[in-house]
């Protein structure tokens, strides 16, 4: 098993799609929408335009399609954009054939998907810039929207980052709470390995203790947690490349440059996907074209 970068399931992505539109749309009654559906009368064939407003990363173009597709099916998309694309101002993303109805009644769901995940991209892609260069790699956490994780790690992914875990069962992350419970980091890395003798682990560290019990014990990943530059150096002195290292912890685009020091392995931010801005985007309906 890799120590660290979760692989995702394409089925359960799709799977998990599906699910997320179908809550959102019933949480908008999309089925009841008292303004468009009185204009029934009105409904007639359009052409519509997903515009970028700012600059930014392109990612939810499934999320996206899945909406329409359960809204009218009979709505066409064409792509002029892709996720991972750089989108520029007064750029055309997607055009959309249909029903203005349909059209109308998606419309709010499809943007807060797109809007939102290629806000996660667009930030991601920012971290990443600022790690050009270094050799070390910009993970994600599992500080996610409840019920978005999967679309959230592929845009973390669409904007150039690495997933760390998608979910609990992909690796064992000991933790302070977790030390706490078992008695020591010693114990509890014992305890996981007799339970799950393949199974990757990384322990986290919160001060150079920790730090040097964790390197004598059979573990693949070593988190440097809240770790000062001269702890930084101090455990790395220690490490000697024995173990992978990870930092993590106040990190931001101002110091992540600065933090990235040869022998971290990884950088893991968890605003990728907590503390993003949504990305302006707009739907404008245009006169039909045929």
Do not use: C, W
């Not at 991972?84 to 750029?91: A, I, K, N, V």
């Not at 203005?100 to 769901?109: D, F, M, N, P």
């Not at 968890?270 to 404008?284: I, K, N, V, W």
């Amino acid at each position: 098993m890799s120590p660290i970068g979760a692989l995702v399931d394409p089925q359960q992505e799709s799977e998990a799609i599906t699910r997320i539109v179908r809550l959102a749309l019933e949480e908008d009654r999309v089925d009841a929408d008292v303004t468009t559906l009185s204009l029934d009368v009105f409904d007639d064939p359009v052409r519509a335009e997903v515009v970028a407003k700012a600059p930014g990363v392109l990612s939810g173009t499934p999320v996206f399609r899945e909406v329409f597709h359960q809204v009218d099916a009979r709505v066409r998309i064409t792509a002029h954009k892709q996720d991972r694309e750089l989108l520029s101002p007064g750029d055309v993303v997607l055009e959309l054939f249909g029903n203005e109805g349909a059209i109308l009644r998606g419309e709010r769901t499809a943007l807060n998907f797109l809007q939102r995940l290629s806000g996660v991209a667009t930030l991601t892609r920012q971290f990443v810039e600022r790690l050009a260069g270094t050799g070390v790699t910009l993970l994600d956490t599992r500080k996610t929207t409840p019920g978005m994780r999967l679309l959230e790690k592929r845009a973390v992914r669409d904007g150039g980052g690495t997933n760390h875990r998608i979910h609990l069962a992909d690796m064992a992350m000991i933790k302070d709470n977790h030390i706490r419970m078992a008695g020591s980091i010693t114990r509890a890395v014992e305890a996981v390995r007799r339970s799950h003798p393949g199974v990757t682990i990384e322990v986290e560290a919160q001060d150079l203790d920790q730090f040097r019990e964790a390197l004598e014990l059979p573990v693949e990943v070593i988190m440097l947690d809240n770790f000062t530059d001269e702890m930084v150096r101090e455990a790395l002195l220690a490490n000697r490349g024995r173990r992978r290292l990870e930092l993590s912890g106040n990190v931001t685009l101002d110091t992540i440059s600065e933090r990235a020091v040869p022998g971290i392995d990884f950088i893991s931010v968890g605003a990728l996907t907590h503390s993003y801005r949504s990305l302006d985007l707009s739907l404008e309906i245009r006169p039909e074209k045929g």
